[in-house]
């Protein structure tokens, strides 16, 4: 097989992880928009196989050392050289709706998120901020908890 024709395999796996990272981010936010628990689901296990044979791919290919793709140098390591080609190209989506179907739940998360606090969430903040950071994963853990029921 020819470099050429790895470093196209490997972008085109790299751009659907990419892709398939995005759309589970997406999914997050629309569930935590709409004020509910995420969970791991559909998208996540998409993403997660997606990630898997991207991995897969890097160690069968067994790149020799300094191995360039667009400008950047894969490491041999398998793991790290899938974050880094990861996080070079841009995520691909046959019809670029990545977000769309949770636009609108985006946005209602994001105005709640942008409002300013009032002096009483500000106290709140600044009292979480003092506390250990497992005492605070505890408050965090109950306050959800407590919305959920």
């Given at each position: 097989m020819t470099m050429d024709l790895v470093r196209a395999i490997l972008l085109a796996l790299a751009r659907r992880d990419k892709s398939t990272y995005l759309r589970w981010q997406a999914g997050l936010a629309a569930v935590r928009a709409r004020g509910l628990t995420p969970t791991h689901n559909e998208a996540f296990a998409h993403h997660v196989q997606t990630e898997l044979c991207l991995v897969d791919a890097l160690r069968a290919a067994d790149l020799p050392s300094g191995f360039r793709i667009d400008g950047i140098t894969l490491p041999r390591d398998p793991v790290t050289a899938a974050k880094r080609l990861r996080d070079?190209?841009?995520?691909?989506?046959?019809d670029n709706a990545i977000e769309t179907d949770h636009e609108q739940a985006r946005l209602q998360y994001r105005s709640l998120a942008a409002t300013p606090l009032n002096a009483q969430e500000t106290a709140?903040?600044?009292?979480?901020?003092?506390?250990p950071a497992a005492r605070r994963d505890k408050v965090i853990e109950l306050a959800e908890h407590l919305t959920r029921h």
């Open positions: 070079h190209v841009p995520a691909w989506s046959p709140y903040a600044e009292m979480l901020a003092g506390l």
